[in-house]
């Protein structure tokens, strides 16, 4: 049996079942081991960062994770954006990076480098294999320290004459998975004795697992018990959202409007969550977002969050249910323009129990982020580390990992272009993906940074560095290309049909909405 044959058995006996690759001639041996075994689904991916994204968004909603397949270097390069994502959202994601065989290693062949400076910084955990008895043992390492929720990203890199030898004798037998350390209970009940006395209302900042429908739940029990505020992070890596999930605020991105909004409170309790900083630095504001006002820490962001705010809530006595928000209402259709104010309305009032929302829909996306609150129940993924491109390959992963759920791509144009090889994953594996892509012509973000800046009106290099015009991309042919049917919707009218449509069809579907 190849080394190969027996790695791959040894991630299906820990529990993988996916394999999103983009492999080359290094990594020919687990290309064919792949037919020898069962249990493990590779999925081809035309770009390595469709790869990372993809497992990224699979191991959000499945909380165990994918297994990628790279090639060498360069290969693992391309992938590195969304393992940055990967890496803020702690999802669990182990990277097999194939290198070249060890003799070879000394030649300086063309694609050779130095893979493991390029992997240490996306990476918790990172080993390259020494010998071929090591490598299965290795790779079942990575798989119990990318954990489950929280994760971590693990890369393991193996020389392909390692991964070519034959070895006789079992896999090695699953270790059991990493699981988050619980909060102190001495945590718990000083922090009861805190809320007891505080005199002003507290906010509470959540994350990671405490945006869970359960750590929601408490939370909210917690909020009617106290008066506290409860807000989200800027950029969650998974929220349970829906009429019948108590209600969160979400933190603003540009750091002067998140200030505001914070506005005085006596204490801003983090569960979850990572304390709050700007995204960049701009003049005359500082890093630290609100510095003035104290934080408090119920839970780190690698603990069990939702289980210390159902010990808070107990520990308080907290019953009273939470209020919970009313249903959006159907939104009037005109036949002029469509905004995105109009959009948002639409796709909250038309999302289906249960589905998935990834949204990387950048500046057209606030409306609907506000509106979801009174959608049916449902899971919105946001970009978790800025790295754009995420959204069409998270979204691939979601659908494969929940294969009984809608999944819904709200995409902005300009990250698009990124990562649309997607749509040829998803048409090809018959995902249920509906892209939403508001299509602005244009890097709208940047176009607010440069008013930001004091630059008024731009001249033509900057407005040719922010357009996505002449030419104009034909994103529905682009689409069809890929083997994904769509069209295009410029009126509140013709978006709501074509939504209609795109949720009544089977397999993946592309709206281009012009705004």
Known sequence: MTVARKMLQTAVSAGVEICFANPGTTEMA?????????????????FEG??????????????????????????????????????????????????????????????????????K????????????????????????????????VCS?????????????????????RRTPPKVAADTIDAVARQLHQVTEPVTMLLGGNALSREGLEAAGRIAAKTGARLVTETFPARWERGTSVPAAE???????????FLGKTECLWLAGARSPVAFFAYPDIPSVIAADIPRCVLAKPEEDAAQALIELADALDAQAQPPFAPRVAAPPLGTGGLDPLQLGAILAHRLPEAAIVVDEAATSGLPFSLAGSGAADHTLLTL??????????????????????????????????????????????????????CANRAYRILRVELARAGVAEPGPHARALTSLESPTIDWVLLAQSLGVPGERAATSEGFDAALRRALAAEGPAFIEVVL
């Open 384 to 437: 978790t580390g800025g790295a754009i491109g995420q959204g069409p390959p998270c979204a691939t992963g979601a659908a494969i990992a929940c294969p009984d759920r809608t999944v819904i791509d709200f995409q902005a144009d300009g990250s698009a272009m990124y990562t649309f090889q997607s749509l040829w994953t998803q048409a090809r594996e018959g995902l249920r993906v509906i892209t939403v892509l």
């Open 30 to 46: 687990w290309v064919s081991a792949l037919d020898q075994i069962s249990g493990l689904r590779p999925v081809l991916c035309l």
């Open 50 to 119: 469709v790869c990372t994204g993809a497992a990224d968004g699979y191991g959000r909603m499945k909380g165990a994770p994918a297994l990628t397949l790279l090639h060498l270097g360069p290969g693992f390069a391309n992938g590195i954006a969304n393992l940055h994502n990967a890496r803020r959202a702690r999802t669990p994601v182990v990277n097999l990076i194939g290198d070249h065989a060890t003799r070879h290693q000394d030649a300086d062949a063309p694609l050779a480098s130095d893979i493991e400076s390029l992997a």
């Open 121 to 152: 910084p996306v990476s918790a955990w990172l080993r390259s294999t020494s010998s071929p008895e090591a490598a299965s043992a290795d790779l079942g390492e990575a798989i119990v320290e990318s954990g489950g929720c929280p994760g971590q």
């Open 156 to 176: 393991l890199i193996v020389p392909a004459d390692l991964a070519e030898a034959s070895l006789s004798g079992p896999p090695p037998s699953p270790r059991p």
């Open 250 to 260: 979400r933190l603003p991105y540009l750091p002067e409007q998140a200030t505001a």
